[in-house]
């Protein structure tokens, strides 16, 4: 069951939300926890139970490592750990470690052969092995005191709004909210307006930017040329945007509705002037995650200069790895790991000010050479497209496969999306509150984006969201 799904859409939502109002306060926390469990049922079946078993035993084990020892505590929390990373590297990456193996083995001369492994991944289990790791870290480190009633850390860990696809939400955030949460009118009003608008971002931008760049990332090396390969990278850059950030206001104002103040997922990340400035604003929570749970305990900035590039090239490692178990990934994450190197040492030696708008250029340029990597089936589909980016066969834009595939409305959806994605929301707000009621112009807006995104998914259908995979 999807959020841009009918099924999600009109009768799960609306059942769920009458019965969670309707219950009394000692209640709703029981009713989401197995109304969550139900949610991820619809979609994961009989692997919802890697769900339930994590839920038992990070409860159980947050609660030993605050009784034990302290000579005992760190071996609890290391077990913590990798008895949580088990099922995540058994589902989603035994397939691509023994492929990695075998290649390496064969590099070597030795061809081997083993019975194939290709367990179904449960979705969204890096975000909630994730979620359970900050947790039970954060207990070890005193920063919070565990929960003391399952149901109410099992609600916390299996929260359906964002247990599929994120925002990673720590403990800490809404640890008072898991016990006692007002839920206010003005609350309701801004949670349902932020998950219209994350619909639209799906369903209007994000699937129809979708269609174009499905279809010029299918051609062969040899249909491609300068501006095909161009107006493709373009569209997908707009789509896993919209795409990503669309399910986390959805997700962000869902649980806005239900009381919970979710952490930003995505600060406006294509307005960034550097490759760093863009991981401050990309899917802020897993950045967030990486750098207190892997950078910081690894000596962050505070070792020798060469220690805190390895840090830092070690993280986004990790980050692509975190991304899919594929090579390309693999790569996607070194090489934004080597361009925030990079700058750190650009900074360092030169100390030369770049102007603002020279370096979004150079942002998004290498923001979007990154995103062929992680959009291209293959590592050698990718160094094909990179190649027709970057030569200058077939630039006209009068191109049969051109004109099919950017017909009018997908013009006007990329023009929309580049600017969305660009303008500062402040000047819309300011603009817009100097003349007339912001709210009321806002509601009308949310009311039309998301009739419209209803309209586009009865006659389109609908389709995952990208990250739904991860």
Not at 89 to 110: C, E, M, N
Not at 236 to 251: E, H, K
Not at 360 to 384: C, D, H, N, Q
Not at 418 to 429: D, G, K, M
Request: proline fraction near 4%.
């Amino acid at each position: 069951m999807l959020f841009s799904s009918p099924a999600f859409l009109f009768a799960f939502l609306p059942a769920f939300l009458v019965l969670y109002f309707a219950a009394p306060r000692a209640s709703k926390n029981g009713l989401l926890f197995f109304a969550s469990l139900f949610f991820y049922f619809t979609t994961s079946g009989e692997l919802t139970a890697i769900l339930v078993l994590s839920v038992f035993f990070n409860y159980y084990l947050s609660l030993r490592l605050e009784t034990t020892p302290a000579r005992l505590k760190k071996a609890y929390f290391c077990a913590g750990v990798m008895i949580n990373i088990f099922p995540l590297l058994y589902y989603k990456y035994s397939k691509f470690f023994l492929s990695a193996v075998r290649d390496v083995l064969a590099a070597l001369g030795w061809h081997v052969s083993w019975p194939a492994v290709n367990p179904i991944l449960p979705i969204g289990i890096s975000f909630f092995t994730f979620q359970a790791i900050s947790y039970i870290a954060d207990v070890y480190m005193g920063r919070v005191k565990p929960a003391r009633n399952l149901i109410d850390f099992g609600m916390y860990h299996s929260c359906f709004p964002q247990l599929i696809a994120g925002p990673i939400v720590r403990y800490q955030e809404i640890q008072t909210q898991v016990h006692r949460r007002e839920i206010r009118l003005d609350d309701v009003y801004n949670g349902v307006t932020q998950f219209c608008f994350g619909l639209g971002k799906k369903v209007i931008l994000a699937d129809n930017m979708g269609v174009v760049a499905d279809k010029i990332f299918k051609l062969s090396p040899h249909s491609l040329g300068f501006t095909a390969s161009w107006i493709g990278v373009t569209a997908y850059t707009l789509q896993i945007y919209f795409d990503f950030s669309g399910y986390s206001d959805m997700a962000i104002g869902l649980g806005r509705v239900l009381g919970f103040w979710y952490p930003e997922n995505f600060d406006q990340p294509y307005r960034s002037r550097s490759v760093t400035e863009f991981w401050r604003r990309w899917h802020m929570t897993l950045s967030r995650w990486f750098k207190d749970y892997v950078y910081i305990p690894m000596g962050g900035n505070r070792s020798a200069m060469a220690r805190t590039l390895f840090n830092l090239f070690l993280v986004f490692f990790l980050c692509g790895l975190w991304h899919g178990a594929a090579y390309k990934f693999v790569v996607w994450g070194l090489y934004h790991g080597g361009l925030l190197i990079s700058e750190r040492l650009a900074k360092r030696w030169f100390r030369l000010p770049v102007p603002a708008f020279l370096g979004w250029i150079y942002a998004m340029l290498a923001v979007m050479v990154g995103w062929v990597f992680f959009r291209a089936e293959s590592l050698t589909a990718a160094m094909a497209y990179l190649r027709a980016m970057f030569s200058l066969r077939n630039v006209s834009m009068l191109n049969p496969l051109i004109l099919s595939t950017m017909t009018m409305d997908k013009v006007v959806y990329l023009v929309l999306g580049i600017l969305c994605s660009l303008v500062p929301y402040q000047w819309f707000a300011s603009y817009a509150n100097n003349r007339y009621s912001f709210a009321p112009a806002l509601s009308v807006c949310s009311l039309f984006v998301a009739v419209l995104a209803i309209i586009m998914m009865s006659v389109n259908g609908f389709s995952p969201f990208i990250y739904f995979r991860f």
